[in-house]
């Protein structure tokens, strides 16, 4: 979990609700990544980033909404839109090229009440 | 498209003897494969990765794991498990084939919870 911080680490909204998870990485890594993990489907890309300022949709993108104005930082916002929001977040960061590994954050549970 | 199977979502062993994780994957080119481990309620921690040359690659605890071009396989092992092995393993493959803006996603399996009993 080095280099990469999750906050919160445990978030619960009611339904109607935006928030936004924190994503924030001193590795100096070009690449981060928004997955989500729910239980027997391991893990499934929201959105990604290659570089300041563009980011692309992963499979799961609908509902969710992103930034990524600094290099280090990497918001995610869980939209009211989103019709099951429950889960455990996952962001990660990597070195941009195809061979390298992607470090992950802590995680951020998130409960919808 | 890319896609990662693992068979098993549990697999349990006695500890002191050897662990096996399946993985098998497929891409419509080379694969880069890559083994992450996960605690409970915690990010996932980088294992080992296969790029290019030798199939048998070694990596972080103990673990190594064999590439199979020929099964497209990619399966995670450890010679003598050890309860603080018991945890949620994952496998994951990135088609190096895919276009420039796709370059960075990797697809992940499901996820192989492993029980390693005293």
């Known amino acids: 979990d080095g280099g990469i911080t999750q906050s919160p680490k445990y978030l619960f909204r009611k339904e109607g609700q935006n928030v936004t998870l924190s994503c924030e990485q001193n590795l100096n890594h070009d690449a981060m990544y928004w997955y989500r993990q729910d239980p027997g489907q391991g893990l499934r890309l929201i959105y990604y980033s290659q570089i300041v300022n563009d980011f692309q949709k992963g499979d799961i993108a609908e509902g969710y909404s992103v930034s990524r104005e600094k290099k280090e930082s990497f918001p995610l916002t869980v939209t009211s839109a989103q019709k099951n929001p429950t889960a455990f977040y996952l962001c990660?960061?990597?070195?941009?090229?195809?061979?390298?590994?992607?470090?992950f954050g802590p995680g951020t549970r998130l409960t919808v009440l | 498209a890319q896609s990662v199977a693992q068979p098993e979502d549990q697999v349990n062993v006695a500890e002191g003897n050897p662990l096996t994780v399946k993985c098998t994957y497929s891409?419509?080119?080379?694969?880069?494969l890559f083994w992450y481990v996960q605690y409970p309620n915690r990010g996932l921690q980088f294992l080992l990765k296969y790029i290019t040359g030798d199939n048998l690659v070694k990596g972080s605890y103990g673990f190594e794991a064999e590439f199979n071009k020929s099964q497209t396989s990619f399966h995670l092992k450890k010679p003598s498990a050890l309860v603080s092995d018991s945890a949620l393993y994952f496998c994951a493959v990135r088609d190096i084939s895919v276009t420039t803006d796709s370059w960075g996603k990797l697809q992940f399996g499901a996820g192989t919870q492993v029980v390693v009993t005293p």
């Open positions: 990660a960061s990597s070195i941009r090229d195809t061979y390298n590994e992607q470090f």
């Open positions: 891409v419509s080119g080379n694969p880069y």
